[in-house]
């Protein structure tokens, strides 16, 4: 561990000249430093590390690493489930976009939850039941493993390489604003930092550094909603006439449903990548593998469904607390931008209104404390997405295609140490080399992806005795492309950023059209498959399926 | 598993009652939270001014915002529900199949 030590004092030295350093000349949009945050932020490095020392002295086998040992409780994954969802993006974003539209900040995030008690429904306990490691365990559960293992492994590492573009671009814009740091500079901090725990750490110290950043973004935006309230009597009828009072709208528009959704099929279409792209995230799926049985990964989904509810709730909150506190206050608005274009714009953007307000309310301290816990959400997601890609690198492609499952576990531990050390660098590259770049469809096609690929082989191997192998990889393979091609059709990348007049696909969201030909086609081409060993596969399904609702032979049950 | 096995558990009783009751169970659940989201949904799209009404005439107050919080507060005990119920009944059901495999 003499190793370790030293990368952690040369951690914390390097992390104390960095911010030494932040001060050279700034530009428009970066901030002064702020002392209180980075103290903090300092605090919760520190401390995280820590906990990546305790966790590597308890990561001996690929089990631990993937998995930690298994060993984790129902509430404790709940909550780290809950850390894994609730990113910088539902914080700042979601808040941010209450701030701006009110209603709509709700409608958006009542569909970022409702996946969650479908997932526990058809979901959590066949996929505990069947699965080691990864979702791919479960989806080639019965068929061929080299094409299944590939085409999960693909869509998987697509969905987390996408998902941590967002990040990192998040992150250092984030930090350029809060602590007054260079972007790179940032990028490159998270990417080390993220590396550091996931090699050594593995799957426990992430969901440690989860479970400590859950419980910090809970108590800091509980404290933030509370203390709105209590400027309003706890009445939320007040909250609500000061906020319309505010924006000084003669319609109540903030208050009811605006331009969000503007028509039936991308309302439709937006629910259902909500909610199977949840379904299918491999960052969220691995997470039902760190408990000990399906009484524990039903748990899990119960307090997780419930932290988030509450996380989202008191963001709705927040936002209108931005909207009576922010908004208007010259303290927090941009002046330079007003002078040019007018109305009221808040200094980096209506993402940072959640931001301003814990000034508002708290002072520089508490402004100090939140700019901390969103570089903490920040830097777990990072660490969960990270650890879900090099598990579909080692276990799925090394050890189940490379190796066709003769890898030994040591070797397989350290081809997924170095697939994190990979990935942490194509994530500081990505992020370095997106930051000008406009990345509104990046989380779309995440979620399309992982709604339209991984989602319906997952299901379907789990519930459809029929589904072949020759079905799975071409219908999950056309979904996976009709996903790709429409985002690129779509308004957002084909009129926004290629400059196109008119987008060739009308719709933002591509998951109604991308799942049913995903679901369409694995049907068809299972049910047309005759070969020999689509026979066997359907012979299979009986046996899987006792496994998957009784839980007899699964893993981790069959070792004591 | 082998197919011996299989057989002996497809034919258990209890395994039978599992199955049945388990899949209904989850299903009713699936459409309970799908049927209140779709409806949500779909009311927005359509008349999205249903959900500006106000909860009274001299509040700003509207109706989408009790129902939106009510959404997420369903979709939580929706997920209580099933986990009180599949942690003692379903499990215990399954402890008794596994309990009559050992004891042959």
Known sequence: ?560 | MTQELVDKIKNNPDYQELISKRSSFSIKLSIAMLVVYFTFILTIAFSPETLGIPISSDSVTTIGIPIGIAIIVFAFVLTGIYTKRANGEFDDLSNKIKQAIKED
């Not at chain 1, 000349?25 to 820590?50: P, R, Y």
């Not at chain 1, 991308?266 to 990548?273: D, Q, R």
């Not at chain 1, 490379?402 to 350290?414: L, N, P, T, V």
């Open chain 1, 1 to 560: 561990m003499n190793m370790f030590n030293r990368i952690f004092l040369f951690l914390i030295l390097g992390t104390i000249a960095v911010f030494a350093s932040g001060t050279i000349d700034g530009e428009i949009v970066k901030q002064d430093l702020n002392m209180s945050a980075i103290v903090m932020f300092v605090i919760f490095v520190g401390a995280t590390l820590g906990i990546t020392y305790w966790a590597a002295k308890r990561t001996k086998s690929a089990k631990d690493f993937y998995t930690a040992g298994g060993g984790i409780t129902g509430f404790q994954n709940g909550m780290a489930i809950a850390g894994d969802y609730m990113s910088a993006a539902s914080f700042l974003g979601i808040s941010g976009l209450v701030y701006l539209k009110g209603y709509d900040g709700l409608i958006y995030s009542i569909g970022f939850l409702v996946g969650w008690p479908i997932i526990l429904f058809m979901i959590a306990e066949p996929l505990r039941n069947l699965g080691k490691y990864t979702f791919a365990d479960v989806a080639a559960y019965r068929l061929r493993q080299t094409p299944i293992r590939s085409l999960a492994a693909a869509g998987s590492i697509a969905t987390v390489i996408l998902y941590l573009i967002a990040q990192m671009v998040g992150a250092g814009k984030l930090i350029q604003l809060l602590f007054g740091l260079e972007y790179e500079i940032a990028v490159v901090l998270v990417g080390v930092l993220m590396i550091l725990y996931v090699t050594f750490g593995g799957m426990l110290a992430t969901t440690w550094v989860q479970i400590v950043k859950a419980f910090l973004l809970l108590s800091g935006a509980t404290f933030m909603a509370i203390a709105v309230m209590a400027h309003y009597d706890f009445n939320f009828g007040s909250l609500f006439a000061a906020a319309v009072d505010m924006r000084n709208t003669e319609s109540l528009d903030i208050m009811s449903p605006g331009g969000l959704v503007s028509d039936p099929i991308s309302a439709i279409s937006l629910a259902v990548a909500l909610m199977f792209g949840t379904a299918g995230l491999p960052h969220i799926l691995m997470r039902f593998f760190t408990v000990s049985d399906a009484k524990e990964a039903r748990k899990s989904v119960f307090y997780a469904t419930g932290f988030i509810g509450y996380f989202y709730i008191l963001t709705f909150i927040i936002g209108f607390g931005a909207i009576v506190m922010v908004f208007q206050n010259p303290a927090y608005l941009d002046l330079a931008k007003q002078a040019i274009s007018g109305g009221s714009p808040i200094l980096g953007g209506k993402n940072m209104a959640a931001i301003h307000l814990s000034h508002a309310v708290g002072g520089d301290f508490f402004l100090g404390f939140i700019s901390a816990v969103a570089f903490a959400t920040i830097l777990a997601v990072v660490s969960g997405l990270t650890l879900a890609g090099a598990s579909a690198i080692s276990h799925d492609l090394y050890a189940s295609v490379f190796k066709k499952g003769k890898a030994d576990s040591m070797a397989e531990m350290r081809v997924s140490k170095m697939a994190t050390v990979g990935l942490g660098i194509v994530a500081i590259f990505m992020g370095i080399a997106f930051e000008q770049q406009n990345i509104a469809f990046v989380v779309g096609l995440a979620f399309a992806i992982a709604a339209s690929a991984n989602f319906p082989i997952l299901f379907l191997s789990m519930y459809w005795s029929k589904l072949t192998t020759r079905g799975a990889v071409i219908g999950g393979s056309l979904g996976l492309a009709t996903a790709v091609a429409l985002v690129i059709l779509g308004p957002i990348v084909w009129v926004d950023i290629l400059g196109n007049a008119e987008a060739v696909f009308p719709y933002k969201y591509p998951a109604l059209f991308s799942v049913t030909v995903s679901f369409v086609s694995i049907w068809f081409f299972s049910v047309t498959d005759k070969s020999h060993d689509g026979e066997a596969e359907r012979a299979a399904f009986e046996a899987q399926y006792i496994r998957s609702q009784t839980g007899i032979g699964a893993e981790g049950a069959s070792e004591h």
